[in-house]
């Protein structure tokens, strides 16, 4: 079935630096990527959707300028946190679609910022 | 009021009973997906619904676009099932519910 590998699966960092998350679909073309973050014993919230070759479409209240996503390649897409502060630790996780498939998610990434 | 809700938000059961879990929402949709999330994180994704109903081993998943509403069935449960299940409406964006942490005991 289809893949999606998301690394790092865990990382720390210090505040003030950032930290680039990737999202690798394996064997399909990802038309579109969503990236979503979820905080401890919440559900998921939709950050971005990025398509293809465009810039991504940020969810309200989710700074484009902190949150940095690049989406160059039909199977792979980046998200680029920028000046890490410790509110921003979270888990975060990607999925991938191409065209109106069913998505697939990655195993998630879980970002401490000390 | 949330776009997506889900109910109930905690269910525990015992090794063997028929579970249902409910999702309603208020925003139009292209599909409605049934998510489970392991204690882990990892997420699979068990369904992707536009209408009717579908099947997959012991899991089931009916929706109604009428009224906007869908269910999630496990048969025969088991312990393995224990996770989270998120339904997520999908359109131009995707919005989920809260989540229904399932606990499955032997």
């Known amino acids: 079935g289809a893949v999606v590998s998301q690394h790092p699966s865990r990382v720390i960092c210090k505040s003030g630096t950032s930290v680039k998350i990737e999202c690798r679909s394996l064997?399909?073309?990802?038309?579109?990527m969503f990236w979503y973050r979820q905080f401890p014993k919440q559900s998921l919230m939709l950050m971005a959707t990025?398509?293809?070759?465009?810039?991504?479409?940020?969810e309200q209240g989710v700074e484009k300028d902190k949150f940095l996503i690049n989406h160059a390649s039909l199977t792979l897409s980046t998200l680029t946190v920028t000046s890490a502060h410790p509110e921003d630790s979270s888990f975060y996780i990607c999925?991938?679609?191409?065209?109106?498939?069913?998505?697939?998610f990655g195993n998630g990434t879980r970002l401490t910022v000390t | 009021k949330n776009e997506v809700e889900q109910s109930p938000q905690n269910l525990t059961a015992q090794e063997g009973e028929f579970i249902t879990i409910n999702c309603s929402y208020s925003?139009?949709?292209?599909?409605l997906h049934w998510l489970q999330q392991h204690p882990g994180g990892g997420i699979v994704s068990l369904f992707m619904?536009?209408?009717g109903k579908k099947k997959h081993g012991r899991l089931i998943a009916t929706i109604n676009i009428q009224e906007k509403h869908s269910s999630l069935h496990i048969t025969a449960s088991h312990p393995r099932d224990s996770a989270v299940y998120i339904c997520?409406?999908?359109?131009?964006?995707?919005?989920f519910g809260a989540g229904t942490r399932l606990t499955v005991k032997p």
């Open positions: 999925s991938a679609r191409s065209g109106n498939s069913p998505l697939h």
């Open positions: 064997d399909f073309q990802a038309t579109t």
């Open positions: 990025s398509n293809e070759g465009s810039k991504a479409t940020y």
């Open positions: 925003v139009g949709i292209s599909a």
């Open positions: 619904l536009s209408s």
């Open positions: 997520a409406a999908l359109n131009n964006d995707m919005r």
